[in-house]
């Protein structure tokens, strides 16, 4: 994605457009749902990562759960949060994709 992101960058600073070829397009394409990918497993290696010390005889899992008050709270906060961004993303998608395109050739 860093290597897509970079060749965006070079194209738009020396035409000022991106790069209309299918290599690129495929590229986009399934940089989408690499970027799930990435995200769900950077996710796990935290968790993950987080498990060795509460396991390994110092302490057990359930001994290691918060007693924090409002707990819940900011759960429900996080969900609603981002409700509204994924609500917000999706009208932005939708008026996008109702917008004729323009001619490439600005005609």
Known sequence: MLALGA??????????????????LWATALCGPLSVLALEAGWVVTEVGRQPWIVQGHMRTADAVTTVPGVGW???????????????????????ARRPLEDAHGA
């Open 7 to 24: 060749w965006a960058g070079v194209a738009w600073l020396r035409r000022r457009r991106l790069p209309e070829g299918r290599a690129f």
């Open 74 to 96: 900011m759960l429900a906060a996080s969900i609603f949060i981002y409700g509204v961004l994924t609500a917000g993303t999706l009208v932005i998608l939708r008026i996008l």
